[in-house]
């Protein structure tokens, strides 16, 4: 018929007559531009939210979400260490109550005077004149003072020659060749008779110390010990002569000799403290 079109070559259409193309084609539009607000909106949020771009920020449920919580663990565990590294390091030896040790210096020195019965200093004791052979024990006092000032002291004993034209001293007992002498000692406050010198009591160049009364060295047995020679205190037991012990020396001279006369200063006594 005249003025039909047929159904196949008519142009399809949508809605109100829109050609379906159209309707195609502006959705296609819209799409895309909603695409594009999205992107916009997605990089104004990263501009406007500071992070560090070499690592994004990822929601807790993304695969770095792991990897950030793992690194800020190592990071604390470096801080502490650190922090512990550089506090002063505590005193192992704190203690409570805490010590120390004290120190003192005691300016005391062993000292000892040789004096006579009123306590003068005696410098040199003159057996006076003896024959060839004799023994003679000092007639008068010979006293020893400890003047340390308070410290307590040993006595001991020794003697030397003075000189090649001097008699020479004999250390030992038995008889004395030409000109020896032999010098034996004992410290008591009472004179000692003769028999009362052993060998126990000759003096020697050596120093040799006092030993106690039972009979020792320089003691006479049954004697006080106070008398002996050991462990003198700084008392002045003997108030006479402000000393504390003394000392009784027996001079014993060979049956020959080519010597006479005044034999000065022919021996020295030795008296020191230990």
Request: aromatic share 4%.
């Amino acid at each position: 018929m005249k003025g039909t079109a047929d159904s196949g070559s008519r142009k399809r259409t949508s809605g109100a007559g829109t050609p379906e193309r159209i309707v195609r084609a502006q959705g296609v539009r819209e799409d895309i531009g909603r695409r594009q607000a999205m992107s916009i909106e997605t990089t104004d949020k990263q501009i406007s939210t500071p992070h560090d771009v070499r690592s994004p920020q990822k929601s807790p449920g993304s695969p770095g979400a792991g990897w950030r919580g793992v690194m800020r663990k190592r990071l604390s565990t470096v801080l502490v260490l650190f922090a512990a590294l550089s506090a002063p390091a505590l005193d192992a030896s704190a203690a409570n109550p805490d010590t120390m040790t004290l120190t003192v210096t005691i300016g005391n020195a062993l000292s000892v005077r040789i004096k006579d019965s009123g306590g003068t200093d005696l410098t040199n004791y003159d057996f006076g004149s003896m024959s060839l052979g004799q023994a003679s024990v000092n007639s008068t006092q010979i006293n020893v003072d400890n003047d340390s000032g308070g410290l307590t002291e040993s006595l001991q004993l020794s003697v030397g020659d003075n000189g090649a034209n001097s008699m020479l001293l004999r250390e030992t007992s038995g008889a004395l060749a030409q000109d020896e002498y032999r010098l034996q000692a004992v410290f008591q406050d009472a004179q000692p008779r003769h028999t009362d010198y052993g060998n126990e009591v000759i003096v020697t160049a050596a120093a040799q110390a006092a030993q106690d009364s039972a009979g020792g060295r320089f003691s006479i047995t049954g004697i006080a010990a106070a008398e002996d020679g050991v462990s003198v205190t700084d008392v002045n037991r003997l108030a006479g002569s402000a000393s504390e012990v003394r000392l009784w020396l027996r001079l014993e001279l060979a049956g020959t000799s080519v010597l006479s006369g005044v034999q000065t200063n022919f021996a020295t006594l030795y008296v020191s403290a230990v």
